[in-house]
Each structure stands twice: as C-alpha cells, then as structure tokens.
C-alpha cells in the first residue's frame, strides 16, 4: 500500500521538487531560488509530500553512515511502526516527491510563496494537507495572518484557499510575468481569532479523517 508522509523539504529533495513544479507550473523557480531559501531563508519553511511503499519501513540497506554499530540502530529505527517512524530514517530509494509547498514569515505575516501536488494525485486531500501543514507552520512561528497571491483563473487553488476562509483583499495587476494574468492578493482571517480557530479546527478534523491510515505530517 502507498501512503504519503510531509515532512521538512532538503537539499537533496530539489531536483525531485522542480520535476513536479514543471508539471504545476508555467514558470518553476530556478533550482538555485530552493538552494537560496533552504539555505539563507531563516524565516522560510519548505515541506514536501513524499509517496513512500509500506515496506520502506522494514527493507533497510546498511549505507556508508550506518556500517558496522551504525546498522544496528538504523534497523530498530526501521522498524518501529510506520505511525512513529522518523521521516529521517526512511531511506531515498523508497520515497518519491509528488507535492511541495513553501512559505516565509515576514514579521507577524506569513506568505505562502509556493504550492503543488503532481497532477495524477490532485483531487485527493494531498494538497490541501500541504496547506494546512503550512498554517501550522505559520501558527507555530507565530504569524498572526497568513496571504497569498493567485492566478485570477487559477479557480481550484482559489478554492482550497476559500475552504480555510481565505479571502480576497486586492489584485495585482498583470502579476504573472508568462501571461500577463492578474493576481488575487488573498489573505486569512486573524489567525487566533475564534472564527479562524473553529474553521480551522473543523477542517483539520475532516482532512484527518479523510486521509486517516494514508498520509501523516513529519515536520
Ligand atoms: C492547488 C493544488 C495544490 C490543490 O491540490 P489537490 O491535491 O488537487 O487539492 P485537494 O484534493 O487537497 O483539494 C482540497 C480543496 O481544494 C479545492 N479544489 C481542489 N481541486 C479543485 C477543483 N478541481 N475544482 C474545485 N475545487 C478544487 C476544493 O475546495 C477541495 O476541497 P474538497 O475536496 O472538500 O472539495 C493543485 O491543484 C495543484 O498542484 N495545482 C497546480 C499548482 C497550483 O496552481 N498551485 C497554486 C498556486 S497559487
């Protein structure tokens, strides 16, 4: 069985992430814009959706870093259960990169700079799960709002936005640089306000039921 697990995007994760953000969008960002904000974005926090075989639990091989003592503790890693295995511990072969999603605080504003799911896994919670990830994220940096900016056409992103009571307070004007299309500035609500809290809370509670026994969130 296939399940899916975010956790912390890495530098070895890029190549896999500009693969699955050609397939999302019209103008990627340079490999180099990943390097950047991994490694000089203090304040940025980048995540991935990894699709991982269920035996990538137990089918260890020793690596360079784990010979000798090293594999014994690499193995009783491997086989905890999957609900508690370190997204460390699994091993590159086993997973693939299908989604990513990015953000970064800029004082109590948090700006969510990037989000995709490869295209056959659309329709199934995956993304959204990314973006939920991300206000937590932001929640735990202590954004106090969250913004965005969208395609005007780009309807299913404006929709997941809307789910969690986004909503929209500007335009940009010819924003996207391939086609001339105008950007909606979208943003939340207040992030501690009740409102936001209850949505959230409400939302949460059926993505986790929806993706409950498939996907988990290792950040
Ligand atoms: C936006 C994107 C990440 C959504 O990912 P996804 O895995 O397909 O979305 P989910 O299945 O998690 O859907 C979550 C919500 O988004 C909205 N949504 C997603 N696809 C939709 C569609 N085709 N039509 C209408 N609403 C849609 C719905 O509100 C949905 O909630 P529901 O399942 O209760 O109806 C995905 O479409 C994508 O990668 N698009 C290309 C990249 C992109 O446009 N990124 C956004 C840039 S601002």
Redesign the pocket.
Request: hydrophobic share 45%; net charge positive; aromatic share 8%.
């Given at each position: 069985m296939t399940r899916y697990i975010v956790r912390p995007m890495r530098f070895e994760d890029i190549e896999a992430v500009s693969e699955v953000e050609r397939?999302?969008?019209t103008t990627p960002w340079p490999t180099s814009a990943y390097r950047r904000e991994l490694r000089d974005n203090r304040m940025g926090r980048y995540i991935v959706l990894t699709e991982v075989q269920d035996n990538a639990t137990v089918d260890v091989e020793p690596t360079a870093e784990s010979n000798g003592g090293g594999v014994r503790r690499a193995v009783g890693q491997f086989l905890r259960p999957f609900s508690r295995v370190a997204t460390s511990t699994i091993p590159r072969s086993k997973e693939r990169i299908v989604?990513f999603?990015g953000m970064w605080l800029m004082l109590d504003e948090a700006h969510?700079t990037?989000?995709?799911?490869?295209?056959d896994?659309?329709?199934?919670?995956?993304?959204?799960?990314?973006?939920a990830t991300l206000l937590d994220l932001a929640m735990e940096m202590g954004a106090r709002r969250v913004t965005?900016?969208?395609?005007v056409t780009?309807?299913?992103?404006q929709?997941?936005y809307?789910?969690y009571g986004f909503r929209e307070e500007g335009v940009r004007r010819r924003y996207y640089s391939d086609n001339n299309e105008d950007a909606l500035i979208m943003w939340s609500d207040r992030l501690e306000a009740p409102e936001f809290q209850t949505r959230y809370r409400e939302m949460r509670a059926?993505l986790d039921e929806r993706l409950s026994g498939i996907a988990e969130v290792h950040t």
């Open positions: 397939e999302c969008f989604g999603a969510v990037t989000i995709g799911v490869k295209r896994l659309r329709g199934q919670g995956l993304g959204e799960l990314l973006f965005l900016e969208v395609r780009n309807y299913s992103a929709a997941l809307r789910k059926a």
